[in-house]
């Protein structure tokens, strides 16, 4: 550990600067390169040398017919042990992209461009995308920008020119690119999804397509089953799929889940990014998703290893690297533990802890109130399935309180992760 950590201040095992330092992950995305409608990938963090910033000397990158860059999950406000400085670690993902020796035609953002889509979280975005060497950047909309006020900051300043919650497509030199949403009206105990109108649109935006046209769909959360109990997939995502199995080449890239995996089926390549700003668990490795603090010796093992290499063919994809499970699975035990003792406890309260409610049903007499607290390091909203109760946006240690006076049985889920259910019974 010593060699990560210089300065240890808090005791914590953190030192702000060797932070940044170790974390090899941190301020990365990929860069996309189109040759003769084919596309290839390559991880920032694999191709800049972190001692020049400068690209590798023995990688060579063609620039193609074009080139684009993939950020996602920058959580700007975010402020939690697992990443004190997000505006800094998406600095370094922008000096990255700055150090290729040419501009990428665009940047995509992935969505979750906000922790609690807060104006001043926007701004701070915008501020610092400023200085990104591209011509445009686009954006899809993560279910964390759509927190606190259902997407009215997100629409107005990224939703110029597209439709419904956000989508569009649009054309380069060739391949025809597709924003999708599938983080608006989830569904109690659902995962993402897309919705009929967007569907809809959809097919009729597709259909004017040469099956020879290279197609990228690009949205947030994963439009594959990456990992259903953590809600990390998209409920109508095979009817979107289905409108796709003409074309001879589809790339379909994802956020949410922070972390890189991919997979090839049939024409169809998936693939998801890392955040520029906190890790999540690999899948089943843990009580739940969300922010993951690692040990800095750790997290150099568990992110020095990246999935994503240049690739000379499409076929040479690999699924995610298995050797990082037992390491990160240490870890989250050892955080969760820590969590465990300031478990608050209390009369008609339900904790939020780990992705869950708990008590997952709660009986009380009627007249009385609920209360809910936060005790995740991820901000929940408490919505009833009827919308006869809910909570705004709450994060860490929010508390939302609701009384009840009639008797029944309230079923009620989180807004932003539809996975997570509950019922209140009153008596
Ligand atoms: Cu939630």
Known sequence: MGKYIEHNHNHDGID??????????????????????????AGLSQIIDKTTGKIRSNINIAKGDFTFVQISDS?????????????????????????????????????????????????????????????????VPGEHDFLSDNGEQYLKRYGKGTKGSGWYSFDNKGTHFVGL??????????????????????????????????IVVFAHIPLW????????????????????????????????IHQNIQKIEGNITFHTVMSTAFPQPI??????????KVPAERLRTLLGLSSINYMEHMHTLAIIDTPLISSSMDSMNEEKSEKADTKPS???TVVIENFSFNPKELVVSAGSVVTWINNDDSPHFVLSTDKFFSSTAMDTNDKFTFKFSTPGNYKYFCKIHPMMTGTIIVK
Request: include cysteine.
């Open 16 to 41: 702000r600067r060797g932070f940044l330092k170790c974390m090899a992950w941190a301020g990365t995305g990929v860069i996309w390169f189109m040759h003769s409608g084919v596309l290839k990938s």
């Open 75 to 139: 959580h700007i406000g975010f402020n939690k042990d697992a990443n004190p400085d997000v505006v800094g670690t998406l600095q370094a993902a922008i000096s990255k992209i700055n150090a290729l020796p040419y501009s990428p035609s665009f940047v995509i953002h992935t969505g979750d461009l906000s922790h609690l889509s807060k104006p001043s979280e926007f701004d701070t975005l915008d501020q610092v995308l400023k200085s990104v060497k591209t011509d445009k950047i686009f954006f």
């Open 181 to 214: 949403v599938n983080v608006v009206n989830l569904k109690a105990g659902g995962l993402g999804i897309l919705g009929a109108e967007q569907l809809e649109w959809l097919e009729d935006d597709l259909k004017g397509q040469s099956s020879s046209t290279p």
């Open 225 to 256: 089953s990456v990992y259903p109990q953590w809600g990390w997939g998209t409920d109508d995502s095979a009817q979107a799929l289905s409108y796709l199995k003409r074309f001879g080449s589809v790339t379909v890239l994802n956020g949410h």
């Open 283 to 292: 899948p089943g490795t843990a009580p739940a998703p969300g922010p993951m």
């Open 346 to 348: 209390g009369k008609n």
